[in-house]
């Protein structure tokens, strides 16, 4: 099933709502669970009823209530959450930034995931704007997949922690690269330059993906187009570290909270012809190919759109479509 | 005023409640907000009747629903929230956790506040085990003053940040000393190394603390017992940064959330007399003075208590008393 968090003025949370499969048509789910995040707390007694909804909804028995999802405001699919864990799960990625940042590899690359929390007391929503407070800050983004799971007890193996997870969806997550290498000179990791990401606006259950969802991995390009041309699709089953490792590795020594948010970090490939995920990788690979960085980082208007297609072409989560504006303060 | 959360069954976070001066009676304030989460997310609807129900109970006037306090099961004062951002706002802590790492100081010690993003998805609460799961993990605890704010826009400033504050809390933020040097070096900054933390079980309105709330600091001791013994009672009022600042720091490049908490950092004084607040200082002490530490770090059934109190030796916040249990896997 898909399910979508309708704008609300009185709720930050926004209204859970099921959206059909071909995400044209959408009716309200508040009488199973006012929310997403609060859904996600009751899983188990939520579940049933909303993949029943979900049925009467594709198959068309709904005779009130339905909504045409194309033209609603949606929220972020889980408009806040408690905590948004971010690995870098792709390492061609992690080699390209650490290349531009003149960064050493960290020697476990291959075998500890690397991971930071990310603000997540409110996402953006995926059509609204990022505010740029300073050019130089370098702002970007970062195409990503992420898994919200069921509570996770502390110490769960990656095997365990598979079991866990209740909805995948896409993330744009917003990087500020001119604060990166100060920051992380400081010793405690990124902070100021990890502002609000955005999610999709859809979260699917991993059987929407049919096929595409094994081994811990959504196995299908991840679209990114900036300023509406080509820019990437890169294979987002190529992580590798799977989301049960992400998982097992955030509740090393903490329990998740159910509604937790884990992502995949830049989906990357080695081969170029695939495009990049983020413009750091870009910039990064035109310095090899060419001696120097030729793409600026996000200037006021530029706008980044990221999306997943099905085998048949068809958008499993919606669209992230986002502009860069100034700052209103 | 002062506020807590009592423990239900039914409810993640709890119940709200409004608490005496001296932290005797208690009386249920979940018909102005279910929980303090919410009443933050709504203060100025909140503000005013919480404090009216404070003075009535406090004045005696209440004819119904008053309970022993002390007899109660409280949660940490605030169970969780959106963003725990954590500063280090001490700076002799810094210079000896930092010496104890052999790790170089940064060079805007003095002019860039240190923080990153701690676990708030749920607190452990004021009384409860801490879990280890292996005594190499290097348990710690860590005494800080921590402020609870509104909703703070992006940008705003030191001075409109003190303006954000809604209350103030006492923190055990538990630190896993041996993991630490490990997860510096992938350069991504503390995350198993910073597992759940507990609050002290009352938070209470800056007013409460008189002339010792100034500058945006808490000029008071923080008492720290380990083991039933004296451990500390460093003046939390000697914070380098002050709590405005901190704020601003957080919001530089964000929305900060209702609810959010900023931490102190672990309270420390240059004046070894008062002792220390965490054991990797008084470690660190022990090395300088006798060339090697000699008090171990926690141990399963060690305690540690953290408590402030008033110019007349009333308790302010309540005690955090937490042991350390072995993890059930």
């Known amino acids: 099933m898909k399910l979508g968090s309708l704008f609300s003025k009185d709720q930050i949370d926004g209204e859970l709502c099921v959206i059909s499969q071909d995400l044209t048509q959408a009716v309200k789910a508040t009488h199973i669970a006012p929310s997403l995040r609060e859904a996600l707390e009751k899983w188990s007694d939520c579940e049933a009823e909303l993949q029943s909804l979900s049925s009467e909804l594709n198959a068309g028995k709904l005779t009130s209530g339905v909504f045409d ?43 500890v995931p690397l991971m930071y929390q ?49 909805l995948i969806v896409l993330i744009n ?62 294979n987002a089953g190529a992580m590798h570290f799977h989301f049960g490792q992400l998982i097992a590795h955030a509740a090393r020594t903490r329990d998740l909270a159910a509604g937790t948010l884990i992502g995949s970090g830049t989906v990357s490939n080695e081969d170029h012809s695939k495009g990049s995920s983020c413009l750091a990788e870009k910039r ?7 001696g120097q960085p030729t793409t600026p980082f996000m200037k006021l208007g530029d706008r980044i759109q990221i999306e997943m297609f099905d085998q048949n072409g068809k958008s499993i989560f919606g669209q992230i479509n986002q502009k860069v504006v100034a700052a209103s303060r």
Chains 1, 2 share one sequence.
Not at 118 to 123: D, N, R, S, Y
Not at 214 to 234: D, T
């Open 284 to 290: 990064m690979i035109e310095t090899i190919e060419q």
């Open 173 to 234: 997550d917003v990087s500020l690269r001119g604060l990166i290498p100060e920051e992380l000179a400081q010793g405690f990791g990124f902070f100021q330059s990890k502002p609000a990401s955005a999610l999709s606006p859809f979260a699917v259950t991993p059987d929407e993906l049919g096929s595409a969802w094994k081994e811990g991995r959504v196995h299908l390009p991840l679209k990114v187009a900036y300023n509406e041309k080509f820019f990437g699709e890169a």
């Open 118 to 166: 990310g603000e997540c007391g409110q996402f953006l929503d995926p059509q609204q704007d990022i505010p740029q407070r300073d050019f130089a800050h370098g702002t970007d983004f970062e195409g990503e997949v992420g898994v919200i799971t069921d509570f996770v007890p502390m110490g769960a193996s990656p095997e365990e922690a598979l079991q866990k997870i209740r």
């Open 69 to 111: 999802a194309k033209s609603a405001k949606w929220r972020s699919a889980l408009p806040r959450t408690w905590l948004f864990a971010d690995g870098s799960a792709f390492i061609y990625h992690v080699k390209l930034v650490r290349m531009a940042r003149k960064a050493a590899l960290p020697e476990t690359l291959q075998t």
